[in-house]
């Protein structure tokens, strides 16, 4: 087992080691769906319920308050005889006032999350989705009267964004396609957001992004699965570009403030998983030499990010030796844009946004992860592999516990990694020519 996880320990897991163009595979993705398919009149909202014992009650609680104000009425609808749920008042319709209970519902919604199981960034909430003009509409309005940080709304659309430099940023928002007549679906279909940065016609660089994690311990948020600059485009400091505009979305669409212990107030957490040690960029040095940018030293040194540390199921399976990586997730905190801010991001204003780009990278450590023993702490409290620089110790003791197994990859590079996890039979690959890593 500890060999194993020695080997398992730089799962490089549906990423391409071939050279390529990009080095992923964009057909696949984790955690949402990944062709995000927009359609007019569709969106996704979730709304925070935590007010009340049960968040049924608080949702029907602002419903009823809101009622004349909205011109809507909740109704529950029981479960069929095909659900899975036992709870007949889990799902919900929202219609117009006075239409009665069988009236088409302008959205329909469920709750996630009890007193006994709650998310751990948001705690309970209900998610609402709209299939009509209407009914996107009303969920705008319904944002607008909620509490500040409570309710946040997705639409599932499709922009063409100018950006600066000249380039040019589609953003594709929605659920996976529709399903043909006779076809089964194998993809995951849920909400996703796609970013693709264009040079004139040529796709340069790439980001997905999910909003509900596929861990054991599920979490609902902003996650980064996959976030890349075409080979033939690094070295220029596009990825940073990307990153911005990543950023900028997430602040004026994601709305509900992260609650976990770990999170300031008034802050959002955003993820970014299945971290692999993938090349996504390049950096170029003062002397004009070029590193190599993984996208774990992307987001860990350039960025802020810092190891996430894992709780509860994810926790225990580490601790028993699961062969997942400690920094195969990072996370950070961002503060919630106020109403004003809101207004001027509305009207275009991002004084922000990069107006010169070049290959050099500006490091900004977040926390690390002790290798070993998995204490979280900053650079000052930790220290690196003197070969390696890519784990991290609390102290010499744990580094000394964990040499049998770090120097089974300490110093190789991914394609030597890659032979040794074949010749050891702890990697396959798929029909797609990509690699997954057999880990136990």
Not at 73 to 86: P, T, V
Request: proline share 4%; with cysteine.
């Amino acid at each position: 087992m500890e060999r194993n996880r020695a080997l398992s320990s730089a799962a490089r897991f549906r990423v391409r080691p071939e050279a390529s163009e990009w080095g992923y595979n964009w057909e696949y993705a984790e955690c949402g769906t990944p062709k995000p398919t927009p359609r007019e009149g569709y969106g996704t909202m979730w709304m925070v319920a935590n007010n009340s014992d049960s968040a049924l009650e608080d949702v029907k609680l602002f419903f009823t308050s809101c009622s004349k104000q909205l011109r809507v009425k909740l109704y529950s609808i029981a479960s069929s005889d095909d659900d899975d749920d036992d709870d007949e008042e889990e799902r919900f319709k929202v219609v117009r006032l006075g239409c009665g209970r069988d009236a088409p519902p302008l959205l329909t919604g469920r709750i996630n999350g009890s007193a006994d199981n709650m998310d751990p960034n948001v705690g309970k909430y209900a998610e609402f989705v709209s299939t009509s003009v209407e009914g996107l509409a009303l969920m705008k309005q319904i944002q607008a009267v909620s509490s500040p940080n409570r309710t946040t709304v997705i639409e599932h659309s499709i922009g063409i964004l100018p950006v600066s430099l000249g380039y040019k940023l589609i953003v594709i928002t929605g659920t996976g396609p529709d399903k043909k007549e006779g076809e089964s679906v194998t993809d995951n279909m849920a909400l996703s957001t796609r970013f693709q940065l264009f040079d004139g016609s040529e796709e340069i660089a790439r980001c997905h992004l999910s909003y509900t994690d596929g861990s054991f311990d599920p979490s609902m948020g902003p996650t980064i699965e996959q976030m890349v600059v075409k080979q033939s485009k690094r070295g220029f400091g596009i990825l940073k570009l990307l990153w911005h505009w990543v950023r900028c979305f997430v602040e004026e669409n994601f709305r509900i403030e992260c609650l976990n212990n770990d999170a300031p107030l008034g802050h959002i957490m955003v993820k970014a998983t299945q971290l692999t040690g993938a090349e996504v960029e390049i950096r170029t040095r003062k002397n004009c030499d070029n590193i190599s940018v993984s996208d774990k030293d992307f987001f860990f040194k350039y960025l802020g990010f810092s190891v996430k540390e894992q709780k509860g199921i994810m926790a225990a399976m580490m601790a028993g030796g699961s062969g997942r990586p400690q920094d195969e997730e990072a996370v950070i905190y961002i503060p919630l844009l106020s109403p004003a801010e809101h207004v001027i991001r509305a009207r275009g204003g991002r004084g922000d946004e990069p107006t010169r780009m070049d290959g050099k990278m500006k490091k900004q450590h977040g926390n690390k992860v002790c290798e070993r023993c998995r204490k979280a702490g900053s650079r000052d409290e930790l220290s690196a592999c003197a070969q390696c620089k890519s784990v991290w110790y609390c102290g010499r003791e744990c580094q000394k516990s964990d040499w049998k197994i770090h120097k089974v990859w300490c110093g190789k590079d991914a394609h030597e990694l890659h032979d040794t996890m074949i010749a050891k039979g702890r990697r396959h690959q798929n029909s797609d020519g990509t690699w997954v890593d057999i880990v136990g």
